[in-house]
């Protein structure tokens, strides 16, 4: 589970780390704020500080910035600097509440430390910023903003921007290549209702083999021009901070990947990268990478990390952070472990950490899902490859949705799907089942972030624009969902025409949106079809889409009686949508069925006690146990058989043996008929 609360919480880390010595001079640091000195709820306040960066061997790692704000309400939140440019440093942080906040800094070196404080004023939240995104506690498989509003992820995967810009064929023409990256593309995505966005950080000299420019896949590659492992390519670093700043501004949230070295054998060559042993780096190939937290080399892919979540993480727009790309099946834990103890020291917001895979089949069984550290189950679907085709795609990618949503109480993301295949020979056909399985995921419980078909032929940049308009069409039909954080599949609904068409449901008491399929047939139309559905009495508006376009094909309202309701289905080819909602109020939606779950953990941070409350569906055997960040159990709270009903137990930050527990991240383990939750609990003495 995401912990996610701010409100009154200490959000603390203590994290040094010093690379080479410093040079036995120093010179004095001079502090800039921002001029006029405040910033908009959730928005960007940045501290620059200048200063003779002649005085470090490495002005990246050999200063350590740390800043601690305390709120109008009595946060505290902590962030690190990192390196700007020449002589220059920055600090950046979010506030979270509105009114006065104050800070103190320490520059600090290995031979001198300065300390520096001030104010400064939050005001109200601009009206597109809805603030971080966390999940729901009432139905963690979905996501919200920091203002309670819903997120329903509708994503794309484009590589980087330039990638992208060039696929969807956004053409060069009068435009400039760092206007085209930061901002007509930017600007094409939020007309098509584009609201988040997969970024992925290339190690490699990689791009589309039709392409002839992969050097711009560069663009995201912070160790690009430098020929060290903690020295950074400032130059793609500021590019990054424009498209951090396009998107938010159009409330378009990134998804960055962290390590995007993966080896296929075909275009993806792992001693392109920097990290290999032979460009003069310390790994013999991923899997080697992504499993050892022993090697040299593994400081290194640290601070790389620890400077990316400086830099970036006070940017509200941030779903969550990407381990490393579709390499879980050759991740260890142990390197996801470390990595994510670098991010939550680092990003006091608590975005989620994820693990991706390369296809189901490479996820099913993994044991990362159970890991505290892995916050969203990520998996890839490509459909011009194994048992998919346009007619049964729906059916195998509900079955996989539901294969996690019913085992794993968090949020289940397609990270790529889409027919990117490289050498152009998608047929028509493949707007289809792209469709198909994008809304199949969703109506199942899931998010999907499409893939661009790879290449910028003009077949190709065709085929990408049509997609995006269906998935315009996505947007435009989902936006009608109020209460999204209700919505859970649901089962209670059937067909006229089993042989010829597959409905799908997913729903909350007043509302609910169902998904039909002609699974037999794409050519030709299908006609009277019934929809018959399990709802409360009540007067219901019907609406009917056309997934591809987004067009409003019918309305009516409709009385249900004893419990059913029974829908004409209008003549359509492929697919349909329909959204349906009571237009007499039936409470406040559903709850999911969920038999354990954590209600609130407070106060966190803790000093002294903490206050555990937790509630269960039905009589249990149920434990509650904490663990530290490495899995080992340290304390086991309850191991009782229970009633139904709501519970609260306390902590005392001891273990097992009575003994106070060091200061740091732990984990609350609940446990009941099989069914796990997790959430974080952070000790300070």
């Not at 584009?194 to 590659?221: C, D, K």
């Not at 381990?323 to 670098?342: A, H, L, P, Q, R």
């Not at 929809?531 to 067009?551: A, C, H, K, M, R």
């Not at 191991?639 to 984990?667: A, C, M, R, S, V």
Request: net charge neutral; hydrophobic share 35%.
């Amino acid at each position: 589970m995401l912990i996610k609360g701010l409100k009154n919480t200490f959000i603390s880390f203590t994290f040094l780390l010093f690379v080479g010595l410093s040079k036995p001079t120093f010179s004095q640091i001079t502090i800039t704020t921002p001029n006029p000195n405040y910033s908009a709820k959730w928005d960007i306040y940045e501290l620059t500080f200048v200063g003779n960066d002649g005085n470090f061997t490495n002005p990246f790692w050999d200063v350590e910035i740390s800043g601690t704000f305390t709120g109008p309400n009595a946060e505290i939140i902590k962030r690190e600097g990192f390196y700007f440019d020449k002589n220059t440093w920055k600090l950046r942080f979010s506030p979270i509440s509105e009114g006065l906040w104050q800070y103190q800094i320490q520059f600090k070196s290995t031979t001198n430390t300065q300390t520096f404080s001030g104010s400064m004023n939050c005001l109200a939240a601009k009206p597109n910023n809805h603030g971080f995104i966390t999940t729901n506690a009432s139905n963690q498989h979905t996501f919200k903003y920091s203002d309670g509003s819903n997120l329903i992820v509708n994503g794309i995967n484009g590589h980087t921007p330039p990638v992208t810009a060039a696929l969807i064929g956004i053409p060069n023409g009068n435009v400039t290549l760092d206007s085209i990256m930061t901002s007509v593309m930017w600007d094409s995505l939020a007309a098509h209702n584009i609201n988040t966005y997969r970024l992925q950080m290339f190690h490699q000299s990689w791009a589309p083999p039709v392409m002839s420019w992969n050097t711009y896949e560069g663009h995201a590659n912070l160790l690009q021009n430098t020929n060290s492992l903690d020295k950074y390519d400032l130059k793609n670093a500021k590019l990054i901070d424009k498209w951090f700043e396009k998107a938010a501004s159009l409330g378009i949230n990134l998804y960055p990947c962290l390590y995007t070295i993966h080896d296929d054998a075909n275009v993806f060559k792992f001693n392109q990268s920097r990290w290999s042993v032979d460009s003069g780096g310390f790994y013999t190939s991923c899997t080697n990478m992504y499993s050892s937290t022993t090697l040299p080399g593994h400081e290194y892919v640290k601070k790389y990390v620890r400077y990316l979540v400086n830099r970036y993480g006070a940017f509200q727009n941030i779903l969550g952070w990407e381990y490393n790309n579709e390499w879980g099946k050759y991740t260890s834990k142990n390197w996801i472990n470390s990595i994510d103890t670098v991010i939550t020291r680092s990003d006091p917001y608590n975005r989620a950490h994820v693990v991706s895979y390369w296809g189901y089949d490479f996820c099913y069984d993994s044991e990362l899902h159970n890991l505290s550290s892995n916050d969203i189950i990520d998996f890839h679907v490509y459909p011009w490859i194994g048992p998919y085709n346009e007619y049964n795609i729906d059916s195998l990618i509900t079955k996989q949705v539901n294969y996690f949503y019913t085992r794993f109480n968090k949020p289940i993301n397609i990270g790529e799907l889409g027919s990117g295949d490289f050498q152009n020979n998608i047929p028509e056909s493949g707007l289809y089942y792209d469709r198909v399985g994008y809304w199949a995921s969703f109506i199942s419980g899931g998010s999907t972030m499409y893939w661009l078909r790879g290449d910028n032929t003009t077949s190709g940049n065709i085929y990408n624009r049509k997609s995006l308009d269906w998935i315009k069409s996505f947007g435009t039909i989902t936006s009608n969902i109020k209460d999204f954080k209700s919505f859970v599949p649901q089962k209670n609904i059937t067909t006229s025409d089993n042989p010829n068409v597959r409905a799908y449901l997913m729903g909350a008491k007043n509302e609910f949106i169902s998904y039909l399929h002609h699974y037999s047939d794409h050519s030709t139309n299908i006609s009277n079809v019934m929809l018959q559905v399990t709802v409360p009495v009540s007067t219901w508006e019907i609406n009917w889409f056309d997934p591809n376009s987004g067009f409003l094909i019918l309305k009516d309202t409709i009385q249900s009686s004893n419990g059913i309701m029974n829908i004409s289905v209008p003549t359509f080819r492929i697919d349909l949508a329909l959204y349906v909602k009571s237009l007499i109020p039936l409470g406040n939606g559903i709850e999911s069925k969920k038999l354990v779950k954590f209600n609130n953990i407070s106060p966190n941070p803790f000093t002294e006690k903490t206050k555990i409350e937790f509630e269960i569906a039905n009589n249990s055997n149920v434990n509650v146990t904490v663990h530290d960040i490495t899995g080992k159990k340290i304390k086991t709270l309850l191991k009782n058989n229970l009633n139904p009903g709501q519970y609260f137990i306390q902590w005392d930050g001891t273990n097992d043996n009575n003994d106070y527990i060091t200061n740091g991240l732990y984990f609350l383990k609940l446990e009941c008929d099989g069914n796990t939750e997790v959430m974080k609990v952070v000790f300070i003495k």
